[in-house]
């Protein structure tokens, strides 16, 4: 992984994030939040801005902490949530996709993978249990953040042997790298960072 690549998480069930929105969030930020309806959905897209602004800051980069809109269509910023939880991930200099899964959730795990692989041959690896999904379907979500479109199944890392490659894939996308690496949090979250940069 491009070590240029930061990484933060916090919770909505934390006393903190409060003080982080009251911190960090903009007039802009507020604006913004106020098309979605949930309110849950409004404090995790007010925790994701806070948590870039507050890294905007640190990395000395204090008039854009302040004062600049949060552009999620950005190269180099990606923010995955799941109830409670929300991730980011910032790169100023490759595109980066991140994702984050409650691997508690019970899912119908062969009917989300063949989705994915639209009538393609799905590999049993791909769903045979709720580990080796999630870490398919986290991996496959950040790709697609990175790439910005939804790369081919059977091209990026979803052979079905793919999980032989342990915790970091590199994939070779039409004239670009794509590595994903998968971690993992307090149980019951695993998420990853996918990083898109040219050979």
Known sequence: MDMDTYTAFASLKSSEWRAL?????????????RRFQARNRQNQSLLARALI????????KADDALHKPID???????????????????????????????TAQDRNFKALAESIFSGQSTPLSVYADAAQFYKF????????????????AQDALLASDFWRF??????ILAGSILSITWHTMEPPYLWAIAELRDL
């Open 72 to 102: 999620l269509q950005s190269p180099g910023l990606s923010i995955a949530h799941r109830k409670d939880t929300v991730g980011i991930a910032v790169n100023d200099h490759v595109l980066v996709g991140i994702d984050v899964e409650d």
């Open 137 to 152: 379907w986290t991996g496959w979500e950040a790709s697609i953040k990175a790439c910005r479109h939804k790369p081919d």
């Open 21 to 33: 929105s009251q911190r960090w969030n903009t007039d802009d930020d507020h604006t913004y939040v």
């Open 53 to 60: 602004r507050r890294h905007w800051y640190s990395a000395g």
């Open 166 to 171: 342990g915790d970091t894939v590199k994939v």
